[in-house]
């Protein structure tokens, strides 16, 4: 059983498109994570949720939103993507990231290979 | 501001020879460390972390870890490599106040056969 699972895999569209990733996990953990990973393969954190509540927020344009339906799933949605947007983003979820004194662990999905042309 | 440097972005080795990541971090307190791989198209996996304890830490496919405070540090090794060990392999620091994990730029693996 796959524990962390995004679709699609492969994601080719336009620039000025809007376009959805869904991430879901079934570990029953409480915070879930979006990452870029960039051509350069440096992976670098945007979001985290914890029970549905936003906890993480990088520096990431507002054409970026997560959400989060219920603890499981963590969808992130783009609007007007941008040629810069092309990359691999990859899900992630751990449990108890909200509790503080002690990172979990962080459990990653397949990843998202999307490009904008 | 924690940070992770691996100082490798490339490492080739032959099958069967033993291995020596490195990874140094910056980090204020005591940090908690992570070594990830990363197979060609594949998401990331853990290998081992450190959060306390045990200088020495044990991972997945027979790899190890050691913490050394004094020279900041949190080398992965393993002692005689598979061709199914190519991969890249990410060093990551994780901060005591969030939930953030810093990763390193990694460094990609190669086994020569």
């Known amino acids: 059983d796959t524990a962390v699972s995004q679709t699609p895999k492969y994601l080719v569209t336009q620039m000025g498109n809007d376009k959805s990733i869904k991430c879901e996990q079934n570990?029953?953990?409480?915070?879930m994570y979006w990452y870029k990973q960039d051509s350069k393969k440096f992976l670098k954190i945007m979001f985290s949720?914890?029970?549905?509540?936003?906890?993480i927020n990088e520096t990431v344009p507002n054409r970026f939103s997560p959400k989060s339906p219920d603890k499981a799933h963590l969808n992130l949605h783009i609007n007007s993507l941008e040629l810069g947007d092309s990359a691999v983003y990859f899900c992630?979820?751990?449990?108890?990231?909200?509790?503080?004194?002690?990172?979990?662990?962080?459990?990653f999905g397949p990843g998202t290979r999307l490009l904008v042309l | 501001a924690q940070s992770v440097t691996q100082p490798d972005i490339h490492i080739t080795v032959s099958e069967g020879a033993s291995l020596e990541l490195r990874c140094n971090y910056s980090?204020?307190?005591?940090?908690?460390l992570f070594w990830y791989v990363q197979s060609p198209g594949q998401g990331l996996q853990l290998l081992l972390k450190?959060?306390?304890?045990?200088?020495l830490v044990q991972g997945i496919k027979g790899f190890e870890a050691e913490f050394k405070r004094s020279q900041s540090s949190f080398n992965l090794r393993k002692p005689s490599v598979h061709w199914s060990d190519a991969a890249e392999y990410f060093c990551?620091?994780?901060?005591?106040?969030?939930?953030?994990?810093?990763f390193g730029k990694g460094t990609r693996l190669h086994i020569l056969p």
């Open positions: 992630a979820s751990s449990q108890d990231g909200k509790t503080r004194g002690l990172p979990r662990a962080q459990y």
């Open positions: 570990l029953g953990h409480d915070t």
């Open positions: 949720y914890n029970n549905k509540e936003l906890i």
């Open positions: 980090y204020g307190a005591t940090p908690y």
């Open positions: 450190y959060f306390s304890g045990d200088t």
């Open positions: 990551a620091v994780g901060d005591r106040r969030d939930d953030k994990i810093i």
